[in-house]
C-alpha cells in the first residue's frame, strides 16, 4: 500500500527542518556555546584577580620629615631625597611602600644607634622647617596634634618566646642653642617626654616626671633630673591588627588616645615643667632590643601631624 502524498510531503518538511538545525548547531560549537546576551558586569569575566588588583600608597606626606636609618652612623635621609624613598638605595630595605595594602613599610634590626641611645631604629623626625636642620621645633604653649593608622607587621621574640618591643611614636625634648650653653652640654638634646610602644600587642605608653619639684630653672634642664612615670597600658589588645593612635598637645595637657575609644590624659605639675623645652614628633620603629636576631616590620596607612 503506498504512502499519501501529504504524509510524505510532512516527513520531508520535518527532516529539513531537523537537518537545518544541527547544522546551525554545529556552527556554533553545540548548544551549550551559543552566545546569550549579557550585562556591562559581566564583560570582563575573563580578567583574573590579579589583574583587577592596584596599587595603593600610604597617606604620608614626607615634606617635613627626616628619616633615621640602623646603619651607617647612624645614615638620616632628608627633603628632598626622602621623597624619591621608592627608588632610593639606601632607603629601600629599611623604608618601603606595601602597595597592596597602601602602607609604608618601617623595617629595622639591632645595629647602628643615635650618640644617645643603644638601640636602633627606623624612625622619622619631625622637620617645621626642613632646611635648618631641625633647629624650628614646638613648645606645649604653641600645642602640636599628630594622628596615624598602623599595624605591627612583624616582630622577633626573645629567649623566653616574648616579642620584643618597639616605639612607635614619641614627642622628644630640645634644647635651644641657649639652653644648651647654659647647661654646659655638648648637643640640643632632652629627654623624650612621651614613648609610645608596641608591647606584646598592646600599647603602653610612657612619660617623664620631674624628680625633685624644686628643681632651679638650670637643673630642670639636664636630663638626669627627669624620670619615667609608672606608665600606663591601654586595655584593648591590637595584636598585628590596623589600629589609630591619636596624640594632642596644649599648655600643660597631653592626651593620648587609641582607636578613638580609650583615652589618657597628663595635666599635672610635672607637664607643666615640661613646658621649657621644645619639642619634635617622632613616628616609625625604634626596636628596643639587642638580641642579634631581633627584628621588627611596622607598617603606617596614614600619618598627619599640625600645629
Known sequence: MSTPNHIKMLFL?????????LNFSCMNGGSDDVPVAVGNEDVD?????????TSKLPEINLNNWKVTLPIG???EVKPPEILDYATNETLKPFFYNDSINGALVFYTYPGASTANSSYSRTELRELINPNDGGKT????????????????DEISKD??????RTIIMQIHGRLTDGQRDLIGQ???NAPP?????WTGGKVRVKTKVLKDL???GTDILKTDSWGDDAGHTFSEYVGFEKFTLEVKVESGRMEVILNGNESVVYNDIHIQKWSVFENYFKAGNYLVSLDANAFSRVKYYDLEISH
Request: charged share 20%; hydrophobic share 35%; no cysteine.
Open 214 to 216: 624644686n628643681a632651679s
Open 186 to 188: 655638648k648637643d640640643n
Open 159 to 164: 629567649n623566653n618566646g616574648n616579642y620584643h
Open 73 to 75: 652612623k647612624p645614615d
Open 193 to 197: 617626654m612621651l614613648k609610645i610602644y
Open 13 to 21: 518538511g520535518t527532516f529539513l527542518v531537523l537537518i537545518a538545525g
Open 45 to 53: 569575566d575573563d580578567v583574573t584577580e590579579e589583574e583587577e588588583i
Open 137 to 152: 621645633n614646638w613648645t606645649f604653649a604653641q600645642g602640636g596634634h599628630m594622628k596615624g593608622t598602623l599595624s605591627m
